[in-house]
């Protein structure tokens, strides 16, 4: 036996001995036996299912996957990113790793349970645990005592306290829970001091005894920066075969009228195979000294980072420094449940009486600091880059200016919600069901802890269900003095009918935000249109102020890009549209071929057109029919197909009647027959109609980590903020 085992051997002896127990026949061969799992496992590694290629400095290490050779790169003390892949891609190795961990944990922490024999009587012992701590042992009835080893790994047994054997750091449980925690901080938005809180850590010292909790340096000095280090290789790589790509610029600030923040920079762009993708490049800190030339050259060594300077479409951020205003707009007096909101929950909106400016999208206030008063000017000096503003914050900006201009309907709004308020606490839901689908008013809307709508879109919804089914529920709530006059009513449904074109706009923009979900700008012209169309053709009676302030602001702030060639190109090249939103079709067939020629000849640096033949692909071999055959004279030659011009693709292109079919994938379904067109059509569809992941990050952070509900420090914010933003890339 090795001195490690004569050690336990004698430990053993003198536990029974101590005991006034008969000690088994526990010769040393029965010993082996006994402690064999511990003694023949060997070391079980997450490397053994890789390959090791490259060693760096500070531990990195980069190796290939013995199933699949997929290059992992990662830090050695760090292994998740390894146990990631195999539990993704190899379940069967993954669950080989798992048995064998489990095999080498039994054999430590749980030998096998052994049934002796007394020397004085024979009796066989049952089984009852043994304590290697010199805790209390077991005493069995009729005289008879036995025990079976619960061995620590440390040699220290279990005694009264009842001690559990820990993981060992690199057991894929322990790697997953600790990746788990990490993934919950960022998700969540939590401070990393949250692993320090006390019952945070009888949590998991509850359900898991065996899990040694990370620290909280661990967590921002390993397991942060490792999942920040994965998200930048996959970023590059993605860029690396981009097809096509625009960058959208957001600036916050943590408070009003701070010159802190940060800029993020997000990237839009076409996949190999015809897939939009949207990733934060980077979340730059800004401080109360950062010039607008500070800025422009922080942004483009991120630019430059990822190679992509000279290959930007265009980059989207407003041009207005006084209109950026993201704190949620609402129904001015339209609170729902003020009673029972959650102060975790709360979000500050603006209801027509504050004009703070917070997060903005490319720009904050115009007065806070240095940075706003040079940033557009450097901007447009320093890039050769033509910005476009968002189109989704230019109509919230719309409907803002609208409602502000009508506060005779503030009193009207607040009775209605005082009356929504009543009817969801008092009226059974059962009888509501009767009359609202799960999509119409549920208590669950007016719970506590339950957040309420927050936007002016999503209170319009609520307002218009109420008003359809006003009647029936004024007779539920027997309530008469909350009820709505003959008047209120009137002049809630005018208000509901001026803005519904505006809603379902807005829903185009937030259709799928949780999933980062890519709107195209060739959605905005039609809208735009929708939209004067819509307020030219509405005579109101109780708002006439609303109808007039929206057409004002409309021609104010979206009209510009009815003439914009951009926009033009966009909706003419989406195959639902083409010219059929066009008053004058052959005077926009001129514009799409002068402003197209240019982006594929190559006259303006708005557009590099790329080759036809995707990154890191080759040509198909040709058939041996292409060859000249005297065996195959016989056979028809096919004629040979001509390249057709770019004023010959349009045509075609506008001859065949429009389709419902998606963009992105009519144009990679064409892209053989209309070469030109499709090329143009890659960079036009990387401009995001919609606000970025990014800007709901800010969002979220502002509500999360206010400095009243627990400090951090602004690299550790700018971290959670990156990671937060790619969390999809990450962990899907």
Not at 617 to 636: D, M, N, Q, W
């Amino acid at each position: 036996m090795s001195e490690p085992e004569q050690r336990l051997f004698a430990l053993i002896h003198q536990y029974y001995y101590l005991h006034q127990w008969t000690p088994p026949l526990l010769q040393p061969q029965l010993f082996l036996r006994l402690v064999a799992p511990m003694a023949s496992v060997s070391k079980v590694s997450i490397l053994d299912y890789f390959n090791i290629v490259f060693e760096g400095e500070n531990g990195k290490i980069e190796s290939n996957c013995k199933a699949c050779g997929t290059r992992i790169q990662a830090k050695r003390s760090v292994t998740s990113n390894f146990v990631t892949h195999l539990k993704r891609k190899h379940q069967a190795m993954y669950n080989d790793f798992v048995k064998r961990k489990d095999m080498k944990r039994e054999g430590y922490f749980s030998a096998p349970l052994h049934t002796f024999t007394h020397s004085n009587g024979g009796t066989p012992c049952s089984n009852a645990p043994i304590n290697s701590g010199g805790g209390a042992g077991g005493e069995g009835t009729g005289g008879e005592r036995c025990a079976v080893m619960s061995l620590t790994l440390d040699g220290g047994g279990a005694g009264s306290g009842g001690s559990v054997a820990k993981f060992d750091k690199h057991d894929p449980r322990q790697v997953l829970i600790s990746e788990a925690i990490a993934k919950m901080i960022v998700v969540d938005l939590q401070p990393m001091s949250i692993v320090e809180n006390q019952g945070f850590r009888e949590l998991l010292h509850f359900l898991e005894p065996r899990y040694t909790l990370e620290t909280q340096h661990c967590i921002q000095s390993q397991l942060l920066p490792a999942y920040t280090y994965q998200v930048q290789m996959t970023t590059h790589q993605a860029l690396a075969q981009a097809q096509a790509l625009s960058l959208s610029l957001d600036l916050w600030r943590r408070s009003p009228g701070a010159t802190a923040g940060y800029l993020g920079v997000t990237c839009h762009f076409l996949t190999s195979d015809w897939q939009m993708r949207s990733a934060l490049l980077a979340c730059l800190p800004l401080t109360a000294s950062s010039s607008g030339n500070h800025v422009l050259s922080k942004f483009k060594e991120v630019c430059h980072s990822h190679s992509i300077l000279n290959r930007t479409f265009r980059i989207i951020a407003d041009r207005s420094l006084s209109t950026a205003n993201t704190k949620p707009c609402c129904l001015p007096g339209f609170l729902l449940s003020p009673g029972l909101t959650n102060d975790n929950d709360d979000v500050e909106v603006d209801n027509g009486n504050s004009v703070e400016k917070t997060i903005r999208n490319g720009h904050s206030d115009s007065n806070n600091g240095t940075l706003d008063g040079h940033w557009e000017e450097a901007l447009e000096q320093g890039l050769d880059i033509l910005q476009v503003s968002c189109f989704a914050h230019n109509l919230d900006q719309c409907v803002r200016d609208g409602l502000h201009s009508c506060p005779q309907i503030s009193s009207t709004l607040a009775k209605a919600a005082g009356f929504y308020n009543y009817i969801t606490k008092a009226v059974p839901p059962e009888k509501l069901g009767q009359v609202f689908d799960r999509s119409g008013i549920t208590r669950g809307d007016t719970e506590p802890g339950h957040p309420g709508p927050k936007d002016w879109a999503s209170q319009l919804k609520v307002l218009n269900r109420l008003l359809d089914s006003i009647e029936l529920l004024e007779e539920m709530s027997s309530q008469g003095e909350v009820s709505l006059t003959v008047s209120e009513k009137a002049l809630l449904k005018e208000l509901t009918d001026t803005l519904e074109p505006f809603t379902e706009a807005w829903d185009m923009m937030h259709w799928d935000t949780q999933k980062d979900a890519h709107v195209s700008i060739s959605l905005v012209m039609p809208c735009v249109l929708g939209l004067r169309k819509h307020l030219s053709e509405t005579a109101a009676l109780h708002c006439s102020s609303l109808v007039l302030a929206l057409s004002h602001a409309v021609e104010r702030r979206l009209s510009s890009i009815l003439e914009d060639p951009l926009y033009i190109i966009a909706t003419t090249l989406d195959p639902q549209f083409k010219l059929t939103w066009s008053s004058n079709p052959d005077w926009h067939t001129q514009v799409l071929l002068q402003e197209i020629s240019k982006y594929s000849t190559g006259q303006t640096t708005d557009l590099q057109p790329q080759s036809q033949t995707p990154r890191g692909a080759t040509l198909s071999p040709a058939s041996t029919l292409a060859r000249p055959c005297k065996l195959f004279s016989f056979i028809k030659q096919r004629p040979a197909s001509q390249a057709k011009s770019l004023e010959q693709e349009l045509t075609v292109y506008l001859q065949e009647e429009p389709t419902d079919e998606e963009a992105l994938h009519y144009w990679q379904r064409k892209d053989i027959d209309f070469p030109l067109l499709a090329q143009v059509a890659k960079n036009i569809f990387t401009v995001p109609a919609c606000e970025t992941v990014v800007r709901n990050v800010y969002a979220m952070a502002e509500r999360q980590l206010l400095p009243e509900r627990g400090h951090i420090l602004p690299k550790n914010l700018e971290t959670l903020i990156y990671l937060k933003a790619n969390s999809r890339s990450l962990w899907t």
